[in-house]
């Protein structure tokens, strides 16, 4: 610190006492403030203050004074601090009064906090005025070396742009030059390129088809001025490897040049070569075309692999397909489905593919299998199962016999599709692997000859053939009854109504094999449950309607055969028997003296017949078999139903009268030997004993001997007494 002997010689001097002043006058208005917050005098030091009080405390230990837990000082330090909306939030539980309260108390405490700072500091405060002593010299003495070094640093800073302009121009430079010699070197490459490509061309050219001493000779010699040897002895006995050698080769190289051009676009000297290269390529594509040919047509392994690598090489993956499909597939399958009748000798119309299907799959395995197996190992690019062969089958079944696809005739086109599902089976067959079975689902063709199946329209004709012949049927304003004849079809299970048997034929039309197509199954689901629903409503609403017309009113029209049926069609089974059982299980009912009525009615239809005008047709002895049939018939399901019934209610009383006697024996009681009370299986069979001894009497008024029918004979050894077991009588 320097100081000055008079404030003349020293502006600082000066500058610093003005300072002091100020400082001074500071201090002063401080004391008073300090006066006014509560200080005896200037606060000198920190023993001059007067401590604040300590806050009482409660009974606890805890301040009484303490802020609220609902009171944050923190929210008022935050910048987004909004005092409206901060008493809009509290004003909701705690009333203004507290909350104006709490604001004072936390100013009283920030105002001690405040005056408890400034005595904390008080002596650096004061201080500060004698350390401010000579700034503006020492600012001075500071600002030379300060300008100094920004001078150098200025002058190195233009030193390093011009270097670094000269780098960038000399790095533009070079980039501009490396460029320059990649597209000469592009150019001069391509120009090689083409000149190496004509010359396979012209050894190409000089090979024959059959080669003689002389031709070897020649070969030799093009090949020594092409500068393309040939390999062995073997290039020269076989033309047609050394030619597929070469072609691979030319493709190879072309595959090159294509990239060059596609990289050197628009330059004079690409454009000059342009017709070399399209002769060059159209010579390729058809020299290419005509190898594979000839491979196609010997099979031979060898040629056909270069030609393959050729073509994968060029990218021409569809124009291999296409010489197969036309020069193999294509006449193969002209033989098995011609493009128009006439094509064929004895040709028969007809749209059925199963027959051309499996010779087409015998043509597959015969003739194309040995260039699907050399695709198979390592060229998947190419798809010659799809592309080529399914093509040309789809393209015949189109021009041969349109009608297949045509879903006007339901079972011929389901026919067709399932044998159509069936063939692209066996060609995913010759797929070598799973990504290759998905590659030939994955192939436009394949999508195409998919949708020639409409199955849409399909289960549309089928829906209006099912549905329409339960309608038909419903719609009958009589009751038809089914004869209860054995036939090969069977009995309906046991189904009476034409119109259930009907819904019954439906519901089996929906799942049969020649109906079900399993990817309309859901359709076909909700065809079923459709019928039910048609055949319950059928149901519901005549029997509502017999309901409400009872009476005699006016008949709903689509009911009538409701109204106008009998209440004998409504009867099904003879279902008084469970009734009988059920009178003698749940009621004190004591034992039968007369048979039931529904015995009367057995044989009611059967009289009625024979009463009719038409029995007269019939000779005496048809007459005699047709009643001792139908006496027949209805006596087994009588012997059926009671045996059933008389079977269960024995059993039922036996576990009864065991539990019954396990009960009394834990209870300490016995039961009584002497109660001869009659039990209900005794009641059900007297019952029954009399209502088969009414129906034997019936069956003798018809001119029927009942102890003739075994079914009788049965029945009445399973209710009679024991007494009457052996004798039959009225």
């Known amino acids: 610190m320097f100081f000055w002997s008079s404030e003349a010689n020293c502006p600082h ?92 108390v936390h100013l009283a405490s920030l105002n001690a906090e405040l005056v408890d700072h400034l005595n904390r500091d008080y002596a650096d405060f004061v201080s500060l005025s004698t350390r401010l002593v000579d700034v503006d010299a020492a600012v001075a003495r500071m ?19 011009s270097s670094l302009a000269a780098l960038k121009g000399g790095l533009g430079q070079r980039a501009e030059a490396s460029e320059a010699r990649e597209v000469l070197e592009l150019l001069l490459d391509a120009f090689h390129v083409v000149s190496n490509v004509e010359k396979l061309i012209e050894a190409l050219r000089s090979i024959p088809n059959d080669l003689s001493s002389t031709d070897v000779i020649n070969l030799e010699k093009s090949s020594i001025h092409s500068g393309i040897p040939l390999q062995g002895n073997e290039a020269l006995v ?148 799809a592309n080529s062969i399914l093509k040309e089958v789809l393209f015949a079944i189109r021009k041969g016999k349109p009608g297949a696809f045509s879903p006007g005739r339901p079972t011929e086109f389901l026919k067709n599709y399932k044998l159509s599902l069936d063939f692209l089976s066996d060609l995913e067959g010759y797929c070598p692997s799973r990504s290759a079975v998905a590659k030939f689902r994955s192939e436009d063709v394949y999508a195409d000859f998919m949708k020639q199946w409409n199955i849409g329209v399909y289960f549309s004709l089928r829906f209006q053939e099912i549905a329409g012949n339960l309608d038909s049927a419903l719609i009958a304003t009589t009751i038809a009854l089914v004869p209860n004849i054995p036939s090969p079809q069977g009995n309906h299970e046991g189904l009476i109504l034409k119109q259930s048997t009907v819904l019954l034929e439906s519901l089996k039309s929906c799942w049969r094999d020649d109906v079900l197509v399993l990817s309309c199954s859901d359709k076909f689901l909700r065809l079923s449950l459709q019928l039910i629903l048609r055949y319950s409503t059928w149901l519901t609403s005549g029997l509502a309607a017999r309901k409400v017309n009872t009476g005699g009113s006016n008949a709903i029209p689509s009911s009538d055969w409701a109204v106008a049926a009998l209440p004998e069609d409504f009867i099904y089974e003879f279902k008084h028997l469970k009734a ?124 029927v001997a009942a102890s003739d029918i075994p079914a009788y004979r049965s029945l009445w050894q399973c209710v009679a007494p024991a007494d009457r077991q052996t004798t039959i009588t009225f």
């Open 13 to 104: 001097r000066a500058a610093q006492s003005r300072g002091a002043a100020a400082v001074t006058e500071v201090w002063e208005k401080t004391k008073k403030e300090g006066a006014d917050l509560g200080f005896a005098s200037a606060p000198g030091s920190m023993a001059e203050l007067h401590p604040p009080p300590r806050p009482a405390t409660d009974i606890f230990g805890d301040p009484i004074d303490a802020l609220p837990l609902w009171f944050k000082k923190g929210s008022f330090l935050r910048r987004d601090f909004d005092p409206e909306a901060y008493v809009a939030d509290l004003r909701a539980f705690v009333p203004l009064e507290g909350l104006r309260a709490e604001l004072r």
């Open 143 to 161: 600002r030379a070396p300060l300008a100094e070094l920004r001078d150098k640093v200025s002058v190195l800073r233009g030193n390093i742009a």
């Open 238 to 385: 076989n033309p047609h490897k050394t030619r597929s050698v070469l072609l691979e080769r030319i493709a190879s190289e072309m595959n090159r040049l294509k990239f060059y051009v596609a990289h050197a676009q628009n330059l004079p000297f690409i454009e000059n070569m342009e017709k070399r290269i399209h002769g060059a390529s159209l010579l390729l594509d058809d020299s290419l075309r005509h190898c594979f040919i000839s491979g196609l047509e010997r099979k031979d392994h060898e040629a056909l692999l270069n030609c393959l690598r050729a073509y994968a090489a060029t990218g021409n993956v569809s124009g291999a397909e296409e010489v197969f499909r036309a020069t193999i597939v294509f006449p193969l399958i002209q033989k098995v489905i011609p493009y128009s009748p006439s094509d064929r000798d004895g040709y028969a119309p007809s749209n059925d593919l199963e027959e051309d299907y499996q010779q087409i799959m015998k043509i597959i395995e015969a003739e194309c299998k040995f260039l699907l197996d050399i695709s198979s190992s390592g060229f998947h690019v190419f798809d010659f199962l």
């Open 580 to 703: 009988i059982t059920a009178t003698y299980r749940m009621t004190i009912k004591g034992p039968p003296v007369r048979h039931s009525p529904y015995v009367s009615g057995l044989l009611r239809p059967v009289k009625a017949f024979l009463d009719g005008e038409r029995i007269a047709y019939l000779t005496v002895e048809t007459r005699n078999q047709f009643l001792v049939s139908a006496a027949e018939r209805i006596t087994s399901r009588y012997y059926d139903l009671v045996s059933e019934l008389v079977d269960t209610v024995r059993k039922t009383e036996s576990s009864l009268q065991r539990i019954r006697q396990t009960a009394q024996r834990r209870g300490g009681t016995s039961t009584d030997a002497s109660d001869n009370s009659i039990s209900n299986t005794d009641k059900l069979c007297m019952q029954y004993f009399l209502d088969i001894q009414e129906y034997g009497r019936n069956l003798a008024e018809l001119g």
